[in-house]
């Protein structure tokens, strides 16, 4: 392998010092001359018909100069998530939300907006508009709603004919034969598993800002993940030509986690159609409530996982079913399942599999993206069943996965080869880590304590093709100065991509970093990108980065190998100097001319002497890197070391271990990040994270004060492995890396807990409330 000069080392990340310092600039914090503040008035049903709506007195407020409800808001239907503009050409989209509709279906759906001069005056305002509602039949439970006596929520507009309030289509993966692999199986454990709504809680909330130039052009400022797909569905919405709207998230986003893969929530159409009215600036943030009850969440599920084994433990049948509650909107109610599906099958080497898997439409607030994309609902429930298989076979579980793991280039369900894995070294090293061996000696603290070790396997995916439309483009411009200007579509919303693309360019085109600067997240001065979701910054636009630099670099080869009188093949470009490939000990090589070169072939020429040298020759070096990513799978393992007190249900997680392939990592310090937090993520979502709501429909845990998040007291000692592979699909072997770490973790903490236990429990999450209500049933 060919040595890496800046591609795995520990960069310090170019985001550190503003972000630490408080200077770094988001949507939030965004002021413009003249800008008004825009609040939302919302509904307080969960499924109603606005039968009148008065806004005169509210117009009439000093201070409010816009006021927009579905009588004067655009009448074109959307999808708010990336969909409405990824949707591959074999499938339909979903376009079944307006920007304000006289149907709400849901409690925190949107009924009107007001921008005015201070938002306290915008809150007056809300107060003063008159609606008149004719509450309709809500439903809640996605087995209920595609009841005959349930009500249609979306009529036939985007749903299948296959059932009812199903959004989309039914996705259906068949994979060998079924009923014959689990009849012919020896042993055959079947079990569903309940997977709550949980939330992203990324610390900004969803927040725009826009503003109409005198030509009509658009700025939106925003807290997207995706800004050239929020530019388009912008452009659907109202009607505008893309090339009159820009989108850019200036500089940073406050967090992702997929809560905002298309829109934020509805903050920039809302903030677009108020400052078209208003013919001013409109800036909307929203509360932690609204972000709570009117943006997406992840998709609570219900899972069926039958598993067929032979004696020895090889897997020979997987029949996996998944029902998703979708909420009152579709979003990626039609992507999710799918990735749930693919995903689950994609961990085992299993001849005979097949899955069935669809959402619902009910009368919640939407579900969308969250990190994971639907990989974490359906782990949980595979990898429970499969410590019950170790346990009917009399194995260690550990053996049963080890026997069973997919291998590089063995045939499976995706449609794109796995050509590169190391999870079993991450199990052999995590398992060292954890103390795995030692797992049936464990020694509990006290009498009234039990303890158990866990683990569980996974895999996920490093970019978003085939299963939504995924290309990457990438500017590269050499400045006359030898220094280089990188502009990418990518947002940078905390996930380091600002450094490592950085490293990845110098690593190409052969220079430091610090010669390097990088655009991202702006539409109007990168090219096309999908944005920032799926695992795929580093990989895809990484990878379209690359072949811009290697573009550039060859041109600055061609040009330079006159003047040394050789070929261009001859030629190195390295260090920041291109000189003769003969030329070994670089450091010790003289600094010439280009006009020079030629008589001193021993010696080297900066960048900033051949860009010059051809600038003042009307020539410039400008490369775009064009790619199509394939996709690679990363693989990873957790380890959970727990401790459960018997008499209050409390668990207690004393160890997590977490070891990643994610093949080379390109910058180790913020893959390590990427995995701690991650592990934390899940640490909430297997024990205290969920979002109830009472018989109205309304959501009990809308606030971080009742929404259990672990704190920092919360967090156990965690190791983070790097297990380094080499993908030959990725940008010097990278593959995804920031959403695998949240998949396993709830699976190894549930497999823990049974170890202790003997209680296996088939609902997150495993609160000390239901862990107690079985372990003492007779109370």
Excluded at 236 to 252: G, H, N, T
Excluded at 545 to 569: G, R, V
């Amino acid at each position: 392998m060919t040595k890496l000069h800046v591609v795995g080392k520990n960069v310090d990340r170019r985001d550190g010092v503003d972000k630490t310092t408080g200077r770094a600039l988001f949507t939030s914090d965004m002021a413009l001359p003249g800008m008004l503040h825009a609040k939302v008035l919302r509904s307080p049903h969960a499924h109603a018909r606005i039968v009148s709506i008065d806004t005169s007195e509210a117009e009439e407020l000093h201070g409010v100069h816009a006021v927009m409800t579905h009588e004067n808001g655009p009448k074109n239907l959307f999808n708010a998530a990336a969909p409405m503009f990824l949707t591959v050409s074999n499938l339909e989209r979903v376009l079944d939300q307006y920007l304000f509709d006289e149907i709400v279906r849901y409690v925190g759906d949107e009924v009107a907006a007001v921008a005015a001069t201070t938002e306290a005056i915008a809150e007056q305002a809300l107060t003063l508009i008159k609606v008149e509602y004719e509450l309709l039949p809500a439903v809640f439970d996605p087995e209920e709603a595609m009841g005959a006596d349930s009500p249609v929520l979306h009529g036939e507009k985007g749903c299948t004919p296959e059932g009812k309030n199903i959004p989309g289509e039914i996705i259906k993966i068949p994979y060998g034969d079924v009923a014959k692999g689990l009849e012919e199986s020896d042993v055959v454990i079947e079990k569903s598993f309940k997977l709550p709504i949980v939330k992203q809680v990324q610390m900004e909330t969803q927040s725009a800002v826009a503003q109409v130039n005198g030509s009509g052009e658009v700025t939106v400022w925003s807290t997207t993940q995706t800004p050239h797909p929020s530019r388009a569905i912008l452009g659907k919405i109202f009607d505008v030509p893309a090339s009159k709207i820009r989108v850019l998230a200036p500089p940073y986003v406050g967090g992702g986690f997929g809560v905002r893969i298309g829109l934020s929530g509805l903050a920039e159409p809302i903030a677009m159609g108020l400052a078209l009215l208003a013919k001013r600036p409109v800036k909307l943030v929203y509360s932690r409530k609204e972000d709570f009850i009117a943006s997406d969440t992840r998709h609570p599920a219900t899972i069926t996982v039958k598993l067929g084994a032979k004696k020895d433990g090889t897997f020979n049948a997987l029949d996996l079913k998944a029902i998703f509650n979708t909420g009152a909107y579709c979003g990626f109610g039609t992507e999710l399942p799918g990735v749930c599906g693919a995903m689950t099958l994609a961990i085992y080497r299993i001849p005979n599999q097949r899955y069935f898997g669809h959402s619902v439409y009910t009368n919640h607030t939407s579900s969308g993206a969250m990190r994971g994309f639907g990989n974490p609902q359906g782990n949980f429930a595979l990898e429970q069943v499969v410590d019950m298989m170790a346990d009917e076979l009399g194995m260690n579980s550990y053996d049963l996965r080890m026997k069973n793991i997919m291998k590089v280039n063995d045939p499976w369900c995706l449609p794109f080869p796995c050509l590169s894995s190391e999870l079993a070294e991450c199990m052999k090293q995590g398992s060292e880590s954890i103390g795995w061996k030692d797992r049936a000696s464990l020694k509990s603290s006290a009498p009234n304590k039990v303890r158990g070790m866990g683990m569980a396997v996974g895999t996920h995916v490093s970019n978003a093709w085939p299963f939504c439309v995924d290309y990457d483009n990438a500017y590269f411009t050499v400045q006359s100065d030898g220094t280089v200007q990188v502009s990418s579509g990518v947002p940078e919303m905390g996930t380091g991509i600002c450094t490592s693309l950085v490293q990845i360019a110098a690593e190409a085109f052969g220079t430091d970093m610090e010669n390097i600067s990088l655009s991202f997240g702006d539409t109007l001065t990168s090219p096309f990108d999908i944005g920032g979701h799926a695992s795929r910054s580093c990989y895809a636009a990484g990878l379209a980065i690359k072949a811009a630099a290697e573009d550039a670099k060859q041109q600055m080869l061609e040009y330079a190998a006159p003047y040394f009188d050789t070929s261009p093949d001859a030629l190195t470009l390295q260090y920041g100097h291109i000189f003769m490939s003969s030329v070994t000990a670089i450091d010790e090589a003289p600094c010439v001319t280009l006009d020079d070169a030629k008589e001193h072939p021993t010696g080297k020429v900066t960048l900033e002497n051949i860009a010059y040298h051809a600038h003042v020759r009307n020539k410039q070096f400008i490369s775009v890197g064009k790619i199509v990513p394939k996709n690679a799978p990363p693989w990873h393992v957790c380890f959970a070391d727990v401790e459960v007190d018997t008499e209050t249900g409390k668990v207690e997680v004393l160890k997590l271990t977490a070891a990643h392939d994610v093949g080379t990592a390109v910058n180790p310090m913020i893959v390590e990040g990427q995995i701690e937090g991650g592990v934390v993520q899940g640490l909430g979502y297997a024990l205290t994270e969920e979002i109830r709501y009472n018989d109205k429909g309304v959501q009990t845990h809308s606030n971080m004060h009742s929404y259990m998040l672990p704190t920092a007291e919360d967090i156990p000692p965690m190791e983070s492995i790097i297990v380094e592979s080499h993908d030959p699909t990725g940008p010097f072997g990278a593959k995804g890396a920031g959403e695998c770490s949240l998949v396993c973790p709830a699976s190894a903490i549930g497999n823990a807990i049974a170890n202790a236990t003997g209680v296996r429990f088939t609902e997150l999450p495993m609160t000390p409330e239901r862990i107690f209500a079985r372990l003492h049933p007779e109370d």
